[in-house]
Structures are given as C-alpha cells and as structure tokens.
C-alpha cells in the first residue's frame, strides 16, 4: 500500500531561524508539505525503524498535516510515532517527549508566534534526537534535498484516528496517541516546589496567564489551576483555536494588551503571564512594572538556585547575541560561564548537550534551561513563580533590588515589518560597508568601540555561523544591532536591537525609549532606516 510519487523540486524550502513558516495556502498546495517532509526524511539518512514524535500548536490545518506526516512516516519505514492527541503539543512538551521517549526526533506543526488560518501561516520544525531544533548542517542538508527531490513516498490508508489515546498501527508502523499534558506536568515537578507554590495561592496570590487561544492553555490549567490551586479562571485565552481566535499570539506588550491593561489596572494581580502559538515564549508582568525578557533572563538565573531543580546552581548562562547583557553582569558576579551565540534555539544545544550552560534565554520572550532542548514559556512562568514564593517579595521589589545589585540595561527591539526584501538589504548593505569605518567615531556623544557582522564559533563542534547580525557597541556600554528577521513569511523584516546601561535603578528615566534616545538616534544616523524605507516609525516596540 506504500507508493511512490513523482515530484518536482519546489523553490524556497529553506527552513529559517525555526523550520519552515510560510502562508498555509502554500503548505496546503498539493505536494508543498509532501517534499519538504520527505526532503526531512532523506536529509536525516531515512526513517527506516525510527521512531518519532508528532504534534503541533493545533493551528489550522494541522490536522490534514498531521496525518500526511504519518502516511509518510509509514511509508518511510518508521516503527513508531507517538502524537499528541489531536495533534497537539506545544514545543516544549514535544521537546520532552523526544527525550524522554529517547525517540530519532520530532515534526513539530507550528509557525510559533505568528497568526493561524486559512489566510495566515503554518510551519513545521523538525527536532532532533537531543530534543532541539535541527542544526544548520541539518537543515542546510533538507534545503539541498528540496532543490532536487524527484519523489516522496506515502501509503494510501484512512486516516488515522488521533484524537483517542492509546495505541494504534498504520500499515506495520505502531501509532501512540498520548495525552498532551501528562509527561510535561511531571517534569515540572520534579523541578519546581509544587507545594511551596500551592501555599502561594492558598495564601491569596493572584495571577492572570493569559493563553492568547493557543496551546499551553490546555497545560496552564492543568498545573496551575488544577495541580497548583490557582483559583478557575486565572488562566484566559486556555482553549487552543485553529485561528487562535484571531488573536495574534505573540506575548508582548503590544499583543497581550488586554493582559497589560489589567496587570497595569487599578486592581491588578500580583503577577501576570502570557505565552505564544507554541508555549514556547513568555512574557511575564507585575503590578504595574513590565519586565523585559532580558532582564527576565537576567533574574532567572540570579535566583534558579531558589528552585529544587537548580539548588545546586548553574553550570553557565547563554543568551543570543541581540539580548541585552544583563545576563552577562549576572554571570560575571556569580563566577559563571557565559555564551553569546546567534538568535534561534538550535544555536544553544550544543552548550546544553555539553553541560557547558544551564540556563538559555533570548531578547524575544524565549527562556529556557537544560530541562529539554527548546525555550519554554510554562517553565520561566513557573520558575518566576517558585522565586516570588521563595523571596515573598513583589516583582516590582525584585527588579529594583536586582538592578541595585548588578546596573540595569535598558532595552528594546524596533521591528520594520514586511519591507520589500530590496529595501531591507538596502539598509543591512549600507551599515554592514560602513563597518569597517566605525571603531572610533564619535556618534550622537557616544564613540563606537566595536563594529561587526556577527560571527559564531561554536565552541563545542567548531562549527562557524556567519552574517548572523550587525552589531555595533559603544565605549559606554551601549549598543545597536541590526538584522533581518529568519520567521516572516512576508517580504522582510528589520529588527532593530537597542540597549544601554545604567549603574542603578534610579539610573535613567522610567521612559524605556525615552533613556533610549541617544541609541535610536546613533542608529538612524549610522543605519538610515527611516530615510531608505520611508518609514516614520517601527510597526512593533517591545
Ligand atoms: C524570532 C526571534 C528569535 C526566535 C525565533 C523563533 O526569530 O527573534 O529569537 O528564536 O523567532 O521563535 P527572527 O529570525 O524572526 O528574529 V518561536 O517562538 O518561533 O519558536
Ligand atoms: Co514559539
């Protein structure tokens, strides 16, 4: 019943910062998810006696997705795939499951952060056997296999039935279809103090999590209304929607401005969270003080020790290059390693793998640590939790004693979306000449200490990334950093990356963009941004 199709290659199946996002029109074209899985299945040397995970966000067309994975799986010679059920898991969980299934990897449908629909974006990751995203030797190899595939293989068969747990088969391929929740709530409590958090809301605590209609509502409740006792309803947003509701689920202030206004209200919760398409990404919020996901990676790793999973300490902190170095200063003063590497999970495996870090994060609401092999929203969620329990202090005390300890970094993104693709690497071609020229200058008061296109040594496998963000740093301790974005799906993105330092809390304004100023100016001066794209203003500040 396994057939073999004739197929022609497809243009532009290059996997980006995290797999394959593009409009779900063209994933639904006929073939279009067929080669790229297929192209997955050569690039890792066949399917024969593997054994998979399978899940996603639950975004549309997920469920048609899914089940041409399977077919293909089977056909491919795969022994077993375990699925969510429904299909759904969120990254983090599916990150686990591999791991703890000890399973060759994972196909994980999902475009993350951005919208759901007939007319938005579907994607597909696939995750390697350590958990994490495929490095880009892997994904190099799946966009070789796209431009030359001639045939993918499938088994005509009914569907499969996923939405039953239990055990099923397709042709000789074993099905496990496993409830989404289970395995992931187990191992946060083996990592956090589930009691010292049930004492927390018993004693009156307040939290908003807000789901924004995407997958981890299913998990949030699960711990924290049902495991941990939060009162009903603290989670919002908690069913899954194929269109998410047409909410866009990017947890950010400017997306989850229903929890902002409520975490900003007269009678706010004690502490507010929010998480994207695919439980991934976090943000977290106190009564009235926003956290930024720097500085939230920066506390973190302060106090993990709080935690029963970290109470022996961390071996190192990695952040992607355009996070702030907040992290750096927490480091620095614990005696800790710290790693900069490019932006996108798959770049901290190999320190994970290695033990050379415990703790991950990234300027774009990503936190994580050696847990599983992907960011994790829940996690930091659930970690910020057990340090708010522990330390029996407001999230407001806790920044403010944080920044006296270790100075303070403001930051923020700018983000230019969908620039025609000439326009953006008009912008990065101009700055990226002016490179060189840079060391030395006086620029808006500040003098540029280091100019360059940031490359990676990968200190573990000696693999080099290059062309990975333009960065430009001052003698002050400022910086700017420019690159395009690796997850649009329309035309180009521009991420502009600001930051400066301060000594204390009390250091600069209140106003983020405001102390930012000098920054901004530096970059429109050296970059040009509004002057080339004819924009007046960035379409997202976080
Ligand atoms: C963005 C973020 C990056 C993140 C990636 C995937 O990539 O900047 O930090 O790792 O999304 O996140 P880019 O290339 O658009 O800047 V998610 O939640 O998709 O898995
Ligand atoms: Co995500």
Same mark, same amino acid.
């Given at each position: 019943?396994?057939?073999?199709?004739?197929?022609?290659?497809?243009?532009?199946?290059?996997?980006?910062?995290?797999?394959?996002?593009?409009?779900?029109?063209?994933?639904?074209?006929?073939?279009?998810?067929?080669?790229?899985?297929?192209?997955?299945?050569?690039?890792?040397?066949?399917?024969?006696?593997?054994?998979?995970?399978?899940?996603?966000?639950?975004?549309?067309?997920?469920?048609?997705?899914?089940?041409?994975?399977?077919?293909?799986?089977?056909?491919?010679?795969?022994?077993?795939?375990?699925?969510?059920?429904?299909?759904?898991?969120?990254?983090?969980?599916?990150?686990?499951?591999?791991?703890?299934?000890?399973?060759?990897?994972?196909?994980?449908?999902?475009?993350?952060?951005?919208?759901?629909?007939?007319?938005?974006?579907?994607?597909?990751?696939?995750?390697?056997?350590?958990?994490?995203?495929?490095?880009?030797?892997?994904?190099?190899?799946?966009?070789?296999?796209?431009?030359?595939?001639?045939?993918?293989?499938?088994?005509?068969?009914?569907?499969?039935?996923?939405?039953?747990?239990?055990?099923?088969?397709?042709?000789?391929?074993?099905?496990?279809?496993?409830?989404?929740?289970?395995?992931?709530?187990?191992?946060?409590?083996?990592?956090?103090?589930?009691?010292?958090?049930?004492?927390?809301?018993?004693?009156?605590?307040?939290?908003?999590?807000?789901?924004?209609?995407?997958?981890?509502?299913?998990?949030?409740?699960?711990?924290?209304?049902?495991?941990?006792?939060?009162?009903?309803?603290?989670?919002?947003?908690?069913?899954?929607?194929?269109?998410?509701?047409?909410?866009?689920?990017?947890?950010?202030?400017?997306?989850?401005?229903?929890?902002?206004?409520?975490?900003?209200?007269?009678?706010?919760?004690?502490?507010?969270?929010?998480?994207?398409?695919?439980?991934?990404?976090?943000?977290?919020?106190?009564?009235?003080?926003?956290?930024?996901?720097?500085?939230?990676?920066?506390?973190?790793?302060?106090?993990?020790?709080?935690?029963?999973?970290?109470?022996?300490?961390?071996?190192?902190?990695?952040?992607?290059?355009?996070?702030?170095?907040?992290?750096?200063?927490?480091?620095?003063?614990?005696?800790?390693?710290?790693?900069?590497?490019?932006?996108?999970?798959?770049?901290?495996?190999?320190?994970?793998?290695?033990?050379?870090?415990?703790?991950?994060?990234?300027?774009?609401?990503?936190?994580?640590?050696?847990?599983?092999?992907?960011?994790?929203?829940?996690?930091?969620?659930?970690?910020?939790?057990?340090?708010?329990?522990?330390?029996?202090?407001?999230?407001?005390?806790?920044?403010?004693?944080?920044?006296?300890?270790?100075?303070?970094?403001?930051?923020?993104?700018?983000?230019?979306?969908?620039?025609?693709?000439?326009?953006?690497? $008009?912008?990065?071609?101009?700055?990226?000449?002016?490179?060189?020229?840079?060391?030395?200058?006086?620029?808006?008061?500040?003098?540029?200490?280091?100019?360059?296109?940031?490359?990676?040594?990968?200190?573990?496998?000696?693999?080099?990334?290059?062309?990975?963000?333009? $960065?430009?740093?001052?003698?002050?301790?400022?910086?700017?950093?420019?690159?395009?974005?690796?997850?649009?799906?329309?035309?180009?993105?521009?991420?502009?990356?600001?930051?400066?330092?301060?000594?204390?809390?009390?250091?600069?304004?209140?106003?983020?963009?405001?102390?930012?100023?000098?920054?901004?100016?530096?970059?429109?001066?050296?970059?040009?941004? $509004?002057?080339?794209?004819?924009?007046?203003?960035?379409?997202?500040?976080?």
């Amino acid at each position: 019943m396994s057939t073999v199709r004739a197929t022609k290659p497809i243009e532009g199946q290059k996997p980006g910062t995290s797999g394959l996002r593009k409009k779900t029109r063209v994933f639904a074209a006929p073939g279009y998810l067929e080669n790229f899985v297929q192209a997955i299945f050569d690039a890792i040397g066949g399917g024969e006696g593997k054994t998979f995970v399978l899940g996603g966000d639950g975004r549309y067309f997920s469920d048609r997705a899914a089940q041409v994975i399977l077919k293909m799986a089977a056909a491919n010679g795969a022994a077993r795939v375990i699925v969510g059920q429904n299909a759904v898991l969120s990254t983090p969980a599916a990150s686990h499951l591999i791991r703890l299934n000890k399973t060759d990897g994972g196909f994980i449908m999902s475009a993350s952060h951005n919208p759901g629909g007939p007319d938005e974006d579907f994607g597909l990751k696939f995750n390697a056997a350590n958990g994490g995203p495929a490095p880009e030797a892997l994904t190099d190899a799946m966009f070789a296999v796209t431009k030359t595939i001639s045939e993918y293989r499938i088994v005509d068969a009914p569907d499969v039935d996923i939405a039953t747990v239990g055990e099923t088969t397709l042709g000789s391929m074993r099905v496990r279809v496993v409830d989404c929740v289970a395995d992931y709530a187990a191992l946060m409590e083996t990592l956090f103090d589930f009691k010292a958090l049930r004492t927390l809301f018993a004693g009156g605590f307040r939290m908003r999590m807000d789901s924004m209609n995407a997958v981890t509502g299913p998990y949030a409740r699960e711990i924290l209304e049902n495991r941990l006792g939060a009162p009903k309803g603290t989670v919002t947003h908690a069913v899954p929607l194929p269109d998410f509701g047409g909410m866009h689920p990017d947890p950010n202030p400017v997306w989850a401005h229903e929890l902002m206004d409520e975490m900003f209200g007269a009678s706010g919760p004690d502490f507010g969270a929010a998480s994207d398409g695919d439980g991934d990404r976090n943000m977290v919020v106190g009564r009235g003080i926003y956290v930024s996901p720097s500085d939230s990676l920066a506390v973190l790793a302060a106090n993990a020790h709080l935690a029963p999973g970290y109470k022996t300490g961390l071996k190192g902190i990695a952040r992607s290059m355009p996070t702030s170095a907040a992290a750096d200063r927490v480091a620095a003063k614990l005696g800790l390693a710290s790693y900069e590497t490019p932006t996108g999970w798959k770049f901290f495996g190999n320190l994970l793998d290695a033990g050379r870090a415990t703790i991950c994060g990234e300027e774009s609401f990503g936190t994580g640590s050696d847990h599983v092999r992907e960011k994790d929203g829940l996690w930091a969620i659930l970690l910020w939790l057990n340090i708010l329990a522990e330390r029996k202090e407001t999230v407001e005390e806790i920044m403010n004693a944080h920044w006296r300890a270790y100075g303070r970094n403001y930051y923020s993104r700018h983000d230019y979306d969908a620039l025609p693709v000439e326009v953006a690497e $008009r912008v990065m071609g101009g700055l990226r000449a002016a490179l060189g020229s840079l060391p030395g200058r006086k620029v808006q008061g500040m003098t540029v200490a280091h100019a360059d296109d940031f490359a990676y040594n990968d200190p573990v496998d000696g693999s080099v990334s290059k062309g990975q963000g333009l $960065r430009v740093s001052f003698t002050d301790g400022s910086r700017l950093v420019l690159r395009l974005s690796g997850t649009g799906t329309e035309g180009a993105t521009l991420r502009l990356y600001l930051e400066r330092c301060a000594a204390g809390p009390e250091g600069l304004t209140e106003d983020v963009q405001a102390a930012l100023a000098p920054v901004i100016a530096a970059a429109e001066e050296l970059a040009g941004i $509004r002057a080339i794209t004819g924009r007046e203003r960035p379409d997202v500040v976080t």
